[in-house]
């Protein structure tokens, strides 16, 4: 097999280039030098005969071959990071780890997880919360939950669920400054933003506002993530978008309260992701099955 396989040092360095898009950051998680990835790369190019990336300014591009080649090597990568880690667990405890954003733990997963340890006490769930994107190949973690469309590339996706999207703030901040009148009057209080993964795919004031048929320009939100965004709108500082499923509880409550009808589905969605192709372990598919049965229930 060796006569018919680069260097493993250039498929590496592939892989995290291709991954990151960049020659700089695959350096920097490599820890090697830019120039020697740069080299590694060549090298491989002209293994194969052909240039793996498209070379632009400050930035690159996979070819056609790159990206021919990006999805079998990372997938070799992370199988093999998968069995040594499951090698390595031969014989310890019982372990499960999920990779999540912050909301999505603290408002609708940690509520439900006493139900997962009654039933299977045995397994521990580990957590990986991050409002940054979660490296599901490296296996740190067995699966993620992420929103968006549902077509990321090397990943299989089970939908969990969209949601009801719609403006919340504190009682107090609405018996200090009134409720707004209409949807346009919010522009002009502080309105929270709070940053997703992928940043084109999550649904910010200014998209909330063009879905719903106001389009306001110039929505000046701070860029926090969901749960001091929360916190924000509960400490009587303005508005946040309130995402149903997360909180939902305290709008009953009375903590937080909506002071306008006006509401829209989310454009995307939340997905339990897994790499395409990995085979989970027997414990993380059942856990990975309970989950997608919670969204279900929770629906109902």
């Keep these: 097999m060796r006569r018919h396989l680069p260097s493993p040092t250039a498929l590496l360095a592939f892989e995290a280039s291709a991954r990151l ?14 120039a020697a990835v740069s080299r590694q790369i060549s090298n491989l190019e002209d293994y194969v005969g052909q240039p793996l990336f498209h070379r632009l300014h400050r930035r690159v591009e996979l070819s056609e071959a790159g990206l021919k080649l990006f999805d079998p090597v990372n997938h070799g990568f992370g199988e093999m990071a998968a069995a040594l880690a499951m090698l390595r667990n031969v014989g310890t405890e019982r ?13 609708w997963l940690m509520p439900r997880l006493a139900r997962f340890s009654e039933a299977w006490p045995k397994i521990t769930i580990n957590q990986v919360v991050a409002d940054e ?7 740190a973690v067995d699966l993620a939950v992420r929103y968006g469309t549902g077509r990321w590339q090397g990943l299989d996706c089970r939908r969990l669920f969209d949601d009801t999207v719609y403006p919340v703030c504190s009682p107090g901040y609405i018996g200090r400054l009134g409720a707004p009148k209409t949807i346009a009057d919010l522009a002009d209080h502080p309105l929270y933003d709070s940053r997703g993964i992928d940043g084109d795919q999550w649904l910010d004031w200014a998209t909330w506002f063009r879905i719903a048929g106001q389009p ?14 929360v916190q924000m709108a509960l400490d009587g500082r303005g ?3 309130g995402w149903h499923r997360f909180i939902g509880q305290l709008v009953d409550d009375g903590r937080l309260v909506r002071p306008l009808d006006a509401e829209i589905r989310s454009p995307g969605a939340f997905y339990l992701t897994v790499p395409a192709r990995r085979t989970l372990s027997a414990d993380a598919q ?5 989950i997608v049965d919670e969204a279900a229930a929770s629906a109902d």
């Design 286 to 290: 059942l856990f990975a099955d309970w």
């Design 216 to 229: 306001i320009g110039g929505v000046r939100g701070r860029f926090l993530n969901y749960l001091i965004g």
């Design 95 to 107: 372990q499960v780890t999920v990779g999540t954003t912050g909301g999505f733990a603290f408002y």
């Design 21 to 34: 898009l960049s020659f700089k950051q695959a350096a920097a998680e490599l820890n090697v030098s830019a």
């Design 133 to 139: 994107p979660i490296d599901l190949v490296g296996g």
């Design 239 to 241: 508005y946040v978008l």
